[in-house]
């Protein structure tokens, strides 16, 4: 069983920059799968970014374009997601979640699940 509390979301002025944060706590193995998603109202969860635990695996939506990336702190037990140039578009309810080595894009391999954290990027 892994428990995920992710923060860090808020609002900021388009080309600003959110550092999101996943931690994690239970039975979190090397190679779980760490990954990112985003949801707006009406819509389905939208695939972000995923990566090991341990770093490795790394792959980003390719709506990121190199505005995003990971970063870890083990004595935190968290994982960061800088998210760089924000768009207005990048608006919704990012969910940190957790899964078995090797999970990509769908949301259907995530087996444990943060809160949600709410970014809101004005143009």
């Known amino acids: 069983q892994i428990q995920l509390v992710d923060s860090g979301g808020g609002l900021v002025q388009a080309g600003g920059s959110l550092r999101l944060a996943c931690l994690a706590s239970g039975r979190v193995l090397s190679n779980h799968a760490m990954g990112w998603f985003r949801q707006t109202p009406g819509k389905e969860r939208e695939f972000v970014a995923v990566t090991n635990w341990v770093g490795g695996n790394t792959k980003y939506a390719d709506f990121v374009k190199g505005r995003f990336a990971f970063s870890r702190d083990y004595v935190k037990s968290t994982i960061y997601l800088e998210m760089n140039d924000l768009k207005p578009e990048d608006t919704a309810v990012y969910y940190c979640?957790?899964?078995?080595?090797?999970?990509?894009?769908?949301?259907?391999?995530?087996?444990?699940w943060g809160q949600g954290t709410q970014v809101t990027v004005s143009s």
């Open positions: 979640a957790a899964a078995r080595a090797g999970a990509g894009s769908a949301s259907g391999e995530y087996l444990y």
